[in-house]
């Protein structure tokens, strides 16, 4: 009897010690990753994220007390998580990557701090406030080895991942045109933060609806024509509710000219409701992402034929990170690569100037 039930011990003890090594397995399967800057609405996120247990956050730079505050206590976020500097924070901690949710003008600090210590860094879209910028982050990055990322929404859209296939296959032909809609009814109007209002609204920091929603349509045409640069860049920006953004334009139309197509990109903080739009059009079809998971094929233009959408790609910022640290995936020229990004930058400048 004392022997049978030594046995039944001991099994449930390398029962334990099994389920603890799986977890310790697990844990240690995820992203170590830390954070700069909470003024960024898109940091709840990776917060949301971190709190369902998908990543872990070892680090957060941060100096706004009440952003401090008020993370802490929506997420259960430990007082010892917080610095007061990029800096100080690289010193105390090794994370796999950095993420950046400040404003856009302020990445190349972070690019400078980050990469020639060797850490990755993925910063949320656009890449920098303009190309004086953009091109130095990329110079550290180069000179560094060390990734350069750019995270969008649209990026993980399966909607978009697909029409890239359908065209790269045989039968469509040349793309003709191009039209991104992006954008909603205002960052007052749903209700963004007031520290994200305070540098998504101003002229030095990020600027207005066209570097907000403009970057989304240059980022997926640039993909599409394989990293190619438009030959010409036309806009028109408009201030259609002065009142409620006195500083920076709020609609904007981009014309993208390239040698056998037409990228056209309406970015506006002025749609009805929120729009993350995009069709392609080739000599005798079109495809339409009427949003991340509804793809239609236009062959007439009263005819559409929903295209099944598969898995086959990465649906979120920290799959697809991980892929590149672990040398799985090549940013070469795909939505979040170094490559694409600066054209992008460089577009947007030129929209800025026409």
């Not at 990055?141 to 890239?164: G, V």
């Amino acid at each position: 009897m004392k022997n049978k039930l030594f046995i039944k011990a001991i099994k449930l003890l390398l029962l334990a010690v099994l389920l603890c090594c799986h977890s310790i397995t697990y844990s240690q399967d995820l992203l170590n990753v830390a954070v700069v800057g909470l003024s960024h609405d898109h940091a709840h996120v990776i917060m949301n994220e971190y709190k369902q247990e998908k990543v872990h956050i070892i680090g957060i730079a941060e100096t706004d007390r009440n952003l401090i505050d008020r993370y802490k206590k929506t997420y259960h976020l430990p007082e010892s998580l917080f610095f007061n500097d990029i800096e100080t924070m690289l010193k105390n901690i090794k994370p796999d990557a950095v993420l950046a949710y400040n404003p856009i003008s302020e990445h190349l600090k972070v690019a400078e701090v980050c990469l020639p210590m060797k850490v990755p860094l993925m910063v949320e879209k656009p890449l920098a406030i303009n190309t004086k910028q953009a091109q130095l982050m990329a110079k550290l990055s180069r000179e560094n080895n060390t990734p350069l990322l750019t995270n969008y929404e649209t990026t993980w859209y399966a909607s978009n991942q697909a029409i890239k296939h359908m065209v790269e296959s045989d039968g469509f032909g040349e793309i003709k045109k191009m039209i991104a809609k992006d954008g909603h009814q205002g960052p007052r109007e749903i209700g963004c933060s007031p520290e994200f209002l305070a540098w998504l609204t101003g002229p030095k920091k990020n600027g207005g609806a066209l570097m907000d929603f403009g970057c989304y349509g240059a980022n997926l045409m640039t993909w599409l024509q394989e990293g190619k640069r438009p030959i010409a860049v036309t806009a028109v920006t408009r201030n259609l509710k002065p009142g409620m953004y006195p500083k920076v334009e709020d609609d904007a139309i981009i014309i993208l000219e390239y040698e056998n197509a037409t990228g056209i990109i309406e970015a506006s903080w002025d749609w009805p409701y929120g729009i993350n739009d995009f069709r392609v059009y080739g000599t005798d079809r079109s495809y339409h992402a009427v949003d991340g998971n509804t793809l239609l094929e236009n062959s007439t233009h009263t005819e559409s034929k929903p295209i099944e959408l598969t898995e086959n790609h990465y649906h979120d910022h920290l799959s697809y990170l991980k892929a590149v640290l672990t040398g799985k995936v090549k940013a070469e020229n795909d939505l979040s690569s170094l490559s694409n990004n600066l054209i992008v930058v460089e577009i947007l400048e030129a929209a800025r100037k026409s």
